[in-house]
C-alpha cells in the first residue's frame, strides 16, 4: 500500500463515519500463488456510495463484496478465502492462479 | 480504552510517517473472543511511545504488544499475519507497519527535475520541487509533487526545512545556483541522507575546488554525490532520471550499483565450456 492509498482508504472511512454509514473493510492478510494484488491491499464497501480501493479486480471480488454484505448485517468480522486457481479458463483479463486470504471487518459508524 | 476504530487506524498510519515517526497496527483475525480488535503503538523520535485502543480480555495483550515491539526493531518487517497465543487461545494477528516518510528535495524545476519528481513519488518518496521562477515551479509541470516550492536559491530550504530523512537532489539550470545550495544542505545539521548534485567533471570539480576555498572540511565533500546517479550511459532527462533514480534506491537499500549479471556470473560458475 502506498502512501496515497493510505490516504484515500482514510477519507472514505472518516466519510462514512462522519456520515453514520455502516460499511465493511476488506483487507488481503495472506496470499498463495499469483494474486492480483498483494498482501495489505485493501478495499472499503460502502452501501451508499460503493467501493474505494481493490483487492483484485474481476478475481475474486465479486465474492469478497458478498461477504461484506453479510458483514454489515451481522456486524461480524469474516476471514474469507479466494480461490483463484480454478479461474484460469475465464476470460477476465485479471486472471491469476493464487489463493487470498481476506479479513472482511465490520466498520461502525458514528463516534467509537 | 477499546479497540481502536479503523478509521483512527487508518488515520494513524497515514499521519505518523508525516510527522516523521513510525506505528504498528494489530488486528486481531484469528477466531477469537476478541477478533477485529485493533490497537496501534506509535513511536516518534524524542516522544514517549504511545499506545493507542485496547483489546477486550482480561489478559493477553502483552503478548500482542511485545510482537508489535519486535517488528518495529526489525528493519525488514512488511505488513503480515502472524501466529500468536492470546489468552492462551493460539490466534492470528494482521500487522501493518509505516515508517517515517522519506522526502525528496528536487531543486531546479527544469526538464530533468519533471522525470525527477515523478520516479521519486513512484519509490514512495514525498517529493518537494523548488525553483525561483513562479513559471516553472508550478503544479502543473509537477503533478506528482506533494509541494511546488518558489523560493529564492540564496535561501531555498527556509519553507521546507531539511532534516535526516531529505534526500536533496541538485538540479538547478546553473553551476553558482547548485552551489548555493548545496552550500546550504552541507551545513545542516544533523546532515539530510542523501545530497546529489548534477554535473559534468569539471563542474563538480571547480565547485569542490571552490568549497575548499570557503573553508568547507575535506571530509564533507566526500557526501555529497556528484556526478549524480549510477552510470548506465544515460542521455535523455528520461534516462537521467532513471540513473538517479537507482542511486537513491542503492543508498536506501544498500546496494552495490553493479550489474547483476557481473555479480552472479551464473555462466562463468556453473556452465563452463569444455574446451
Known amino acids: 500500500m502506498t502512501h496515497d492509498d493510505d490516504r484515500s482508504l482514510t477519507q472514505a472511512l472518516e466519510a462514512a463515519r462522519e456520515a453514520g454509514r455502516r460499511c465493511a473493510m476488506a483487507t488481503i492478510v495472506a496470499t498463495k500463488g499469483s494474486t492480483p494484488r498483494k498482501v495489505g491491499a485493501r478495499m472499503i464497501v460502502d452501501p451508499d456510495t460503493g467501493l474505494v480501493g481493490t483487492v483484485g479486480g474481476g478475481c475474486g471480488e465479486a465474492e469478497v463484496i458478498e461477504a461484506a454484505y453479510r458483514v454489515i448485517e451481522t456486524g461480524k468480522a469474516q476471514r474469507v478465502n479466494v480461490d483463484l486457481t480454478d479461474d484460469l479458463v475465464s476470460w477476465s483479463p485479471a486472471v491469476c492462479g493464487g489463493v487470498m486470504d481476506i479479513f472482511v471487518e465490520p466498520v461502525s459508524p458514528g463516534p467509537s | 480504552m477499546t479497540s481502536l476504530h479503523p478509521a483512527e487506524a487508518a488515520r494513524l498510519l497515514v499521519e505518523t510517517p508525516e510527522r516523521g515517526g513510525s506505528v504498528v497496527v494489530a488486528t486481531v483475525v484469528g ?186 572540511a575535506h571530509a564533507l565533500l566526500d557526501r555529497i554525490h556528484a556526478p549524480v546517479g549510477l552510470d548506465i550511459g544515460a542521455e535523455t532527462p528520461e534516462e537521467i532520471a532513471v540513473a538517479v533514480a537507482a542511486e537513491l534506491i542503492m543508498v536506501r537499500r544498500g546496494g552495490t550499483g553493479a550489474s547483476l549479471k557481473g555479480v552472479e556470473r551464473i555462466v562463468e560458475r556453473f556452465f563452463k565450456e569444455d574446451k
Open chain 2, 31 to 216: 477466531d477469537n473472543q476478541c477478533t477485529g480488535n485493533r490497537i496501534a503503538l506509535i513511536v516518534i523520535e524524542s516522544e514517549e511511545p504511545e499506545l493507542q485502543g485496547s483489546l477486550s480480555l482480561k489478559s493477553g495483550t502483552d503478548s500482542v504488544i511485545q510482537l508489535m515491539k519486535d517488528i518495529l526493531e526489525n528493519p525488514r518487517a512488511s505488513d503480515g499475519l502472524h501466529e500468536l497465543t492470546i489468552a492462551d487461545h493460539l490466534s492470528e494477528v494482521y500487522i501493518e507497519i509505516r515508517r517515517p516518510v522519506q522526502e525528496l528535495v528536487v531543486v531546479g524545476a527544469g526538464h530533468i527535475a519533471q522525470p525527477l519528481a515523478h520516479l521519486g513519488a513512484l519509490l514512495g518518496f514525498q517529493v518537494i520541487v523548488i525553483d525561483d521562477r513562479p513559471e516553472f515551479a508550478t503544479r502543473e509541470r509537477f503533478p506528482s509533487a506533494e509541494k511546488v516550492i518558489r523560493a529564492d536559491f540564496s535561501d531555498p530550504f527556509r519553507e521546507t526545512p531539511l532534516h535526516t530523512r531529505s534526500h536533496v537532489l541538485l538540479v538547478t539550470r546553473g553551476h553558482k545556483y547548485d552551489y548555493a545550495c548545496l552550500i546550504r544542505a552541507l551545513r545542516m545539521d544533523p546532515p539530510p541522507a542523501y545530497i546529489g548534485m548534477i554535473g559534468s567533471r569539471r563542474r563538480v570539480r571547480a565547485t569542490y575546488v571552490q568549497l575548499l576555498e570557503e573553508g568547507m
